[in-house]
């Protein structure tokens, strides 16, 4: 998921002390109070998906379960990581940020594996500066979406999400879509804490949701508690404290995915 921004995108207030964002239980009062937004299904003619993950672990926290019923479907699925997530605790005693990069790494391979995808695709920017590198992203994730051919869709964080990482992957998506004509699928991650239910800002018109099964409720559940090095201190150290505390994780994983489509 990331750690906190380098900059400040409309929408971000950043998580300070005592900052628990939006409550998961209001989240939930509100889409409860909806009329149900429309289902995503799997497209006819999507022959390969290409999901865009800023950091480690955001694959599965916003779209694990969607993007494993791609490829149990018979997608071709393709997990690109942006970042190695070194950043996620500058100020650790404990762990270098190649350390952490490598734990974090294995996270994610774990993770996916468990969840039914293939070991993601790495490419080694700099984490929390990603948009500093706009261009190679861009014309790197335009390579990979173009040797999909026909039917390629791609799911990537939402440009409008607060983090400048995903940010800028969202916009590097939206333009290799543009370049190469695939269909662009985006999802949001920090904007569940810094959004407010009904939040003009947000396209909720375009929402659509992925339904968890009991089984797939709890497969994403254990993908997630193996980001051991968000999900917990890494010491009782000051500057290890867990990136990934439980009310953040409640907000996460939840009964439903959302797209914005």
């Given amino acids: 998921m990331g750690e906190g921004p380098v900059s400040e995108p409309e929408g971000w207030a950043g998580i300070g002390?005592?900052?628990r964002g939006t409550p998961a239980t209001e989240w939930s009062r509100w889409l409860a109070g909806r009329v149900p937004d429309p289902v995503f299904p799997i497209p006819g003619r999507c022959r390969r998906l290409v999901v865009v993950a800023p950091h480690p672990d955001d694959e599965i926290l916003g779209v694990g379960v969607t993007a494993s019923r791609f490829a149990a479907?018979?997608?071709?699925?393709?997990?690109?990581?942006?970042?190695?997530?070194?950043?996620?605790?500058?100020?650790s005693p404990t762990l270098s940020p190649h350390r952490l990069a490598e734990l974090r790494v294995e996270e994610s391979r774990t993770a996916c594996s468990l969840i039914g995808l293939p070991e993601p695709?790495?490419?080694g920017l700099p984490d929390g500066k990603v948009h500093e590198h706009l261009d190679t992203l861009t014309d790197a994730v335009t390579g990979i979406v173009d040797d999909g051919g026909p039917g390629t869709l791609v799911l990537a964080t939402w440009r409008g999400d607060g983090h400048p990482d995903h940010e800028a992957v969202g916009q590097a998506a939206a333009d290799a879509c543009a370049a190469t004509g695939a269909g662009l699928v985006e999802y949001p991650v920090w904007t569940w804490h810094w959004a407010a239910p009904g939040d003009p800002r947000v396209p909720w018109g375009r929402r659509r949701r992925v339904v968890l099964t009991d089984a797939e409720l709890e497969a994403k559940r254990d993908a997630v508690s193996r980001f051991v090095t968000q999900?917990?201190?890494?010491?009782e150290s000051p500057g290890d404290e867990a990136i990934l505390p439980d009310w953040i994780l409640e907000r996460l994983v939840t009964r439903e995915e959302t797209v914005f489509w």
């Fill in 73 to 91: 479907a018979g997608v071709d699925v393709t997990v690109v990581a942006v970042t190695d997530g070194d950043a996620s605790h500058p100020d």
């Fill in 231 to 235: 999900v917990a201190p890494l010491s």
């Fill in 17 to 19: 002390p005592g900052d």
């Fill in 121 to 123: 695709v790495r490419l």
